[in-house]
């Protein structure tokens, strides 16, 4: 059985990208089990752990589209995760998620390849209504962790649509964007009125020790 050092590893995938996943994960985690109802933990968790595996292959290490990368990428390291992003995409393409879908099948991940196609701000709508509680999960999970940490739900939303406006108008997504933080406080409240829990339980102080622990979480 694999763990996230051991896939990590294997994949080459860089110490920011990696607190990501291990950060998403420790939040996914957190909220199954403050769930009241039935929940698979075990999927949330594993699917967190590898939702953005290839991710590397989107990044701009110009920093001209990442500035936020400048900040997480010491320029000395530059040159090797460019070598890293070259064979990523060379074996993968130039796609986030289908180069993360390609790995998560490289792994055997078979139910985490079904609730990972469920993910998405452009899935949300559909999944909500077809209430899929652990990919809600998962996708809750992704919207709470910013790139240097956790972050209420509205502020982590209104960083992404700050952020990637220009790529939604170039995309045709204006207006298909005004629905993703709406969406995204239903998945949050349909979450959280039937949880122990409460969002703002969920912090970095929280997660803390979780994420030690899931550095040996059996994944693959």
Not at 8 to 36: N, T
């Amino acid at each position: 059985m694999r763990t996230p050092r051991d896939i990590y590893a294997e994949y080459h995938i860089p110490p920011w990208l990696q607190l990501h996943q291990l950060r998403v994960a420790a939040v996914g985690k957190m909220v199954c089990e403050g769930f009241k109802d039935s929940i698979n933990g075990d999927l949330v968790v594993a699917t967190c752990l590898v939702h953005d595996i290839g991710a590397i292959v989107k990044f701009d290490f110009t920093f001209k589209s990442h500035e936020t990368l400048q900040n997480l990428c010491p320029p000395e390291d530059v040159p090797y995760w460019v070598n890293v992003q070259k064979d990523m995409r060379a074996r993968y393409g130039e796609k986030e998620y289908p180069a993360s879908d390609a790995i998560i099948g490289e792994l055997g991940l078979e139910r985490v390849k079904e609730f990972f196609n469920k993910m998405g701000f452009a899935k949300m709508q559909s999944t909500l209504a077809e209430d899929h509680i652990e990919a809600l999960a998962a996708q809750y999970a992704d919207m709470r962790v910013g790139p240097y940490g956790i972050l209420p739900l509205r502020e982590r939303l209104a960083d992404i649509l700050a952020r990637y406006s220009a790529t939604y108008v170039r995309e045709g997504r204006s207006e298909e964007s005004t629905t993703y933080l709406p969406t995204a406080l239903l998945i949050e409240k349909r979450l959280f009125e039937r949880s122990s829990l409460r969002p703002e339980n969920i912090t970095d102080a929280s997660v803390a020790p979780i994420i030690e622990e899931l550095w040996e979480y059996p994944v693959a």
